[in-house]
């Protein structure tokens, strides 16, 4: 069975500073992995996926992320985090094609943002 | 952009009443949704994946006589909790499936006294 694992469960960053959140996952075949963030209130959105290709991967709100196959990860970075950053952050993978299965995801990661 | 919705967005029941959850997708079509359940401080679980005009397929160890899923058009989906119970207070979550990626619904609170 495919799990992900993102081991920080709270990450304090100084706005301004950069980010790297981590997730590892397990998965027989090529993974279909996603990050999404979630502010209270809202709906869970999509920063960025990695079907295939490249794999180095550009999101929204100045997000990026690497698949690196042989540690199993796909670890989530931005260069200059803003205090509007400051969420719960999901990295979730699928076994079908896009949003053909259900998501597995992460327990998570909250941001918190010092000012 | 894609749009889903859930409704109510918090609800408060009594033990051993039922209720509904509705999720649309208001500016597109979805044959397949998804039900998720987010404990406090957890991740989301995978419950179901409903698929338009045919049963639900549900994960293992989700009681699929307990949580009734109903997808009857394209644009809707409905999850009913039957015979609720304390322990089934928490946080739903839904995804249509569009444009080959899934679309989450804000979510709804389920508190059952």
């Known amino acids: 069975a495919q799990s992900v694992t993102q081991p920080d469960i709270h990450i304090t960053v100084s706005e301004g500073a950069s980010l790297e959140l981590r997730c590892n996952y397990s998965?027989?075949?090529?993974?279909?992995l996603f990050w999404y963030v979630q502010s209270p209130g809202q709906g869970l959105q999509l920063l960025l996926k990695y079907f295939s290709g490249d794999t180095l991967v550009q999101g929204i709100k100045g997000f990026e992320a690497e698949f690196k196959r042989s540690q199993s990860s796909f670890n989530l970075r931005k260069p200059s985090v803003h205090w509007s950053d400051a969420a719960e952050y999901f990295c979730?993978?699928?076994?079908?094609?896009?949003?053909?299965?259900?998501?597995?995801f992460g327990k998570g990661t909250h941001l918190i943002i010092q000012p | 952009g894609a749009v889903v919705s859930q409704h109510p967005s918090w609800v408060i029941c009594k033990s051993g009443t039922s209720v509904k959850i509705e999720c649309r997708s208001l500016d597109f079509q979805a044959t397949t949704m998804f039900w998720y359940r987010q404990f406090p401080k957890q991740s989301l679980m995978l419950m179901a994946t409903?698929?338009?005009?045919?049963?639900?397929?549900?994960e293992q160890g989700v009681e699929k006589d307990k949580f009734l899923i109903n997808h009857a058009s394209l644009t809707l989906s409905t999850l009913t909790v039957t015979s609720a119970h304390p322990e089934d207070s928490s946080f739903y979550i839904c995804?249509?499936?569009?444009?080959?990626?899934?679309?989450f619904g804000p979510g709804t609170r389920l508190t059952v006294l």
């Open positions: 979730a993978v699928a076994g079908g094609g896009g949003g053909a299965d259900g998501l597995t």
């Open positions: 998965y027989g075949a090529t993974p279909y």
């Open positions: 995804s249509a499936r569009g444009y080959n990626e899934q679309f």
């Open positions: 409903s698929n338009e005009g045919s049963k639900a397929t549900y």
